[in-house]
């Protein structure tokens, strides 16, 4: 009897935790002349508070793959992880202290250990986290805009992003 009642505890916990009647997804993707998705954007809702938010692109061959993956808790970002060397794997981790509007990055190794940056590579960050903080607070959050303004909200976005991914590849030079 005992074997029964903890056997029907599992089970009630495993059908509890798998009830996502309350998390919703708002999809945006921006085609390229051709028609073809060059980028997706998908936010990912529990009631209305937005819990986790991803990004795609085309890789090399064309495809759309994941380039990164934010978590959230309470309106706050908390951490991100990116595949900034474009490997398919996410290979940047970074982490945010919302409280004190700091972070923390590191990257991940081949043998799968992370290691911090250098502080010229986490400035560059911190410069692409004001970027997208700045996206996130000016498009996201409870304003209704266009797809066309959307799109061109993004592409400033993207050029920020570059620009301070070229200050980290210099740095790393």
């Known amino acids: 009897m005992k074997i029964f009642v903890i056997i029907l505890l599992f089970v009630a916990i495993g059908c509890y935790a798998d009830d996502t009647t309350d998390i919703t997804n708002k999809v945006f993707e921006k085609k390229d002349k051709d028609g ?5 954007l998908e ?3 529990r009631g209305k508070d937005m819990v986790m938010m991803e990004s795609f692109r085309p890789n090399a061959q ?27 794997k996410l290979d940047t981790v970074v982490v945010y202290n919302p409280g004190k509007d700091d972070m923390e990055v590191f990257t991940r190794q081949a043998d799968g250990s992370v290691k911090p940056v250098s502080a ?16 996130v607070r000016t498009t996201l959050t409870g304003t ?3 797809d066309a303004e959307l799109s ?8 920020k992003i570059q620009d301070a ?9």
């Open 36 to 40: 073809k998705v060059s980028f997706r």
């Open 43 to 45: 936010r990912i809702y």
């Open 62 to 88: 064309g495809v759309l793959v994941l380039g990164t993956r934010s978590y959230w808790i309470g309106g706050d970002l908390v951490m991100m992880e990116s595949d900034d060397h474009k490997s398919g």
């Open 120 to 135: 010229r590579t986490l400035q560059a960050y911190k410069q692409q986290n004001a970027a997208v903080s700045d996206f």
């Open 144 to 146: 209704n805009m266009s």
């Open 152 to 159: 061109e909200r993004i592409q400033e976005t993207q050029q």
């Open 165 to 173: 991914e070229k200050q980290k590849t210099d740095s790393k030079q």
